[in-house]
């Protein structure tokens, strides 16, 4: 089942057309948080139907409480920049206000000198997640969405802090679509490609990852609880702005593509008369 957030309602995309459910909820983080699970989605009555390109399309998840991300979980990734497997995933919490819907423009704040893309598959939690076993993760999952994790690299070599260089708002689109585990045609294998203004610069599977999915999220979950409607950000596979040296610029669109989910595509926008300011943490007085 793929499930989408519209203006007008809740909707299960079927046959090409969005159909509108008889639902009260807003969005699916809000059935997430109540029922655990998107199943009653899958027999909700239908009271209207549209086309697919008419839907507004807005943020799926509306703002999960909690966006968890990784560093360097592809192999693709470390063979390209030479860096060693970790032995643990490098995990950091970023600021939920930054998720973006789809569609959305991204502006570029003053300071951030090289922003960058990352194409992500992103999961999201169900049922809540706390010291979990491996083999627990998949039936708690509710779904996969794409993600952009985008990072501002400059800010994060200054400040050696991942939740600064991609909290700024609009640095994590999400979406367009929710995909739940049963429709995959392989989990283990999932694809996630992305494309800046067309090129193809991301093309990858899970089957790359260094921590698996299960596995990530069994790891994470002995630190902290994962609750209902929480995001887990699996990491970008090589390819990344960073690794063309190419960062974002005024007027470019990234589309993430990623197996049973709608395309999530984010336009930039970087002001060419916003003045940089000072970033006190990057500079701190003595």
């Known amino acids: 089942m793929r499930v989408v957030t519209t203006q007008a309602g809740l909707g299960r995309i079927e046959n090409g057309a969005v159909a509108l459910l008889a639902t009260a909820f807003p969005h699916i983080g809000a059935v997430l948080e109540q029922e655990g699970s998107l199943q009653s989605l899958a027999t909700c009555a239908v009271r209207r139907r549209i086309a697919l390109d ?3 399309l807005t943020a799926p998840l509306g703002r999960p409480h909690a966006v968890w991300g990784v560093g360097l979980n ?6 390209l920049t030479g860096r060693g497997l970790p032995e643990q995933p490098i995990l950091y919490l970023a600021a ?7 569609g959305a423009q991204a502006v570029i704040p003053p300071g951030a000198a090289e922003p960058d893309y990352e194409g992500e598959i992103a999961v999201v939690v169900g049922r809540r997640l706390y010291q979990a076993a491996a083999s627990e993760v998949w039936p708690a999952v509710a779904g996969i969405t794409a993600a952009n994790d985008m990072t501002a690299r400059d800010v994060m070599r200054t400040t050696g802090t991942p939740a600064l260089a991609k909290s700024y708002p609009g640095f994590t689109p999400l979406g367009a679509s929710v995909c739940t585990p049963d429709a ?7 694809a996630v490609r992305t494309r800046v203004n067309g090129q193809l610069v991301q093309d990858d599977t899970s089957a790359g990852m260094i921590f698996p999915v299960a596995d990530l999220l069994s790891r994470l979950s002995w630190f902290a609880a994962l609750e209902p409607g929480d995001v887990v950000l699996t990491g970008t596979p090589a390819g990344t702005g960073q690794d063309r040296a190419c960062f ?4 470019d669109e990234v589309s993430v593509e990623v197996d049973g989910v709608l ?5 930039i926008a970087r002001p060419a008369d916003a003045a940089p300011r000072e970033k006190r943490l990057a500079e701190p007085v003595s």
């Open 96 to 102: 939920s206000s930054g998720v973006l819907p789809p």
């Open 184 to 190: 995959l045609a392989d989990r283990e294998a999932i």
């Open 54 to 56: 008419e839907a507004e």
């Open 263 to 267: 395309p999530l595509v984010t336009r």
């Open 248 to 251: 974002l610029a005024d007027g």
């Open 74 to 79: 592809y192999l693709s990734k470390a063979e």
